[in-house]
C-alpha cells in the first residue's frame, strides 16, 4: 500500500498564507516563508491595536470632556464625581458627543453635576 501524501493539504495551508499576504511588498507577498512571518506579525499586530483602540477612544473622550468643562471652570474629576452623585449614568462617550455638538446641554449637565455637589455635606 503506498504512503499517504500530505501534498493537497501542504498546498492548501500555503496557499492561505499566500493569499492573506496579498498587498505586501516584494518577498513578503510571492514566498512562503516571508510572507508566513509577515501575516503572523500582521494578525498579533491587529489583535493588539483592536485593545489599543479602546483605551485610545477614552483618553479622547476624557480630553474633548475637559476641554469643554475648562470655560465652565470645573475640573473633570469633579464632574464625574457629580454626574454620578446627581444619578446620571451616561457614558464618556455620550457626553463628549454632548459637549461637542450639543455645548447648551452639556451646560445643563454641568450645571445639574454643580448641584449635586453643593448638597453634600462637609467633612467637618
Same mark, same amino acid.
Given at each position: 500500500? !503506498?504512503?499517504?501524501?500530505? $501534498?493537497?493539504?501542504?498546498? %492548501?495551508? %500555503?496557499? =492561505?498564507?499566500?493569499?492573506?499576504? =496579498? *498587498?505586501?511588498? $516584494? !518577498? ?6 516571508? #510572507? ?5 506579525? *500582521? ?7 483592536? =485593545? %489599543? =483602540?479602546?483605551?485610545?477612544?477614552? #483618553? ?5 470632556? @475637559? !476641554? #469643554? ?5 470645573? @475640573?473633570? @474629576?469633579?464632574?464625574?464625581? $457629580?454626574?454620578?452623585?446627581? *444619578?446620571?449614568?451616561?457614558? %464618556? ?21 454643580? !448641584? ?5 455635606? @462637609? #467633612?467637618?
Amino acid at each position: 500500500m !503506498a504512503r499517504a501524501s500530505s $501534498g493537497p493539504q501542504t498546498r %492548501r495551508r %500555503r496557499n =492561505k498564507c499566500l493569499s492573506q499576504a =496579498k *498587498g505586501f511588498r $516584494g !518577498a513578503r507577498r510571492n514566498l512562503y516563508r516571508p #510572507a508566513r512571518l509577515q501575516v503572523m506579525h *500582521g494578525l498579533i499586530s491587529a489583535y493588539r491595536e483592536r =485593545k %489599543r =483602540k479602546k483605551r485610545t477612544y477614552r #483618553a479622547l473622550w476624557i480630553t474633548r470632556i @475637559s !476641554a #469643554a468643562l475648562e470655560p465652565l471652570d470645573m @475640573s473633570y @474629576s469633579r464632574f464625574i464625581y $457629580g454626574m454620578r452623585k446627581a *444619578g446620571f449614568d451616561l457614558d %464618556r462617550s455620550v457626553v463628549s458627543e454632548m459637549a461637542v455638538t450639543a455645548p447648551e446641554d452639556f451646560a445643563r449637565l454641568v450645571e445639574a453635576a454643580n !448641584a449635586a455637589l453643593a448638597v453634600e455635606p @462637609s #467633612a467637618s
